[in-house]
């Protein structure tokens, strides 16, 4: 399956495009906060994308500067929603539960909104 994308946010001032998405097929974390160039000005040799994974092992300390809030890189690409549902997984210490509850809450939320 791969990732599936659940938010993005691009930011014209920095020139970047910002993701939230799921990996089912990475059990112990699933979820990916991510960044890619998004600058048409770069020569294609000069983009760059950058992402980092996370599970309940790791959620304080993701090594990616711009995603250490993960709270609040969910917040700026409209996924707020799913801190809830990650943090209130952890007592369970399901994360695949957690993952596919993301995708569910997501897909009923495209549904709504006619997507």
């Known amino acids: 399956m791969g990732v599936r994308i659940i938010g993005r946010r691009y930011d014209p001032a920095e020139k970047i495009e910002e993701y939230f998405g799921v990996d089912l097929n990475r059990p112990n974390r699933p979820f990916e906060l991510g960044a890619c160039s998004a600058d048409p000005a770069l020569p294609a040799i000069a983009s760059w994308g950058a992402a980092s994974t996370f599970g309940f092992d790791n959620l304080e300390s993701i090594e990616a500067t711009a995603f250490r809030d993960w709270r609040a890189a969910l917040a700026r690409m ?6 809830s549902i990650i943090e209130e997984s952890r007592p369970s210490a399901d ?20 997507r």
């Open 78 to 83: 409209q996924c707020g929603w799913a801190v």
């Open 95 to 114: 994360v695949e539960a957690a993952a596919k509850e993301v995708i569910r809450n997501a897909d009923a939320r495209m549904s709504a909104s006619g």
